[in-house]
């Protein structure tokens, strides 16, 4: 039995008040939070500064209305194309948002996940800051009972045991200057990067 276990609607009202959290997708788990209580995840993941986070949405126009104009289209192709999925998309972004979840560039990565429990979370929730659920440098957990290992007190969204997953990190593209990059491969095969 793994300990706080939360359904949606408690998970958010948690992550609400500044809680982390952790949930399930179709690659990792992920760690949570709102962006505004994000340096709480680098400091529970003992992750270094200059490692950026993803912001994590449950449809593409909840992510796209923070992308840079001179972006959208091309972000749009191919985010139609992948998402609901595993790929982490890498955009500029416009104002200050950012920089809650990088503190290296005016860039962010950005995802919809194709589990429906993950995406029903973040509905309710709206873009939340994420990382895959594990200390820096250690393997990524596969599981709640891992994650409650890792990260206990951390609320968990219930139920569990979770649906499978991949168990394999997102593959990440960056777009500049109108072309794309392979930044990380994973779970997606993207021809022609």
């Known amino acids: 039995m793994i300990n706080n276990q939360l ?45 950026p986070l993803i912001l ?53 990565g950005f995802r919809v996940p194709a589990l429906k429990l993950a995406r029903d979370l973040l509905l309710r929730t709206g873009p939340l800051a994420t990382t895959s659920a594990n200390i820096s440098g250690k393997n990524p957990v596969k599981d709640a009972f891992q994650a409650a290992i890792q990260f206990p007190g951390v609320p968990i969204l219930g139920p569990t045991p979770w649906p499978s997953s991949s168990g394999k990190a997102s593959t990440v593209v960056e777009w500049k200057d109108g072309g794309w990059n392979l930044l990380r491969a994973g779970s997606v095969v993207i021809k022609g990067i």
Not at 19 to 36: K, N, Q, V
């Open 56 to 108: 994590m949405g449950g449809c593409l126009e909840d992510l796209f209305e923070l992308v840079h104009p001179c972006a959208i289209e091309d972000g749009l192709k191919i985010a139609n194309f992948y998402w609901p999925g595993a790929l982490t998309i890498v955009l500029p972004t416009t104002g200050e948002f950012g920089n809650n979840l990088n503190s290296t560039s005016n860039s962010l």
């Open 7 to 51: 359904n949606i609607s408690d998970l958010a009202s948690k992550l609400n008040h500044g809680s982390l959290g952790i949930f399930p997708t179709d690659t990792l788990p992920a760690l949570c939070s709102y962006p505004e209580y994000a340096k709480k995840i680098w400091e529970i993941k003992k992750r270094p500064l200059n490692k």
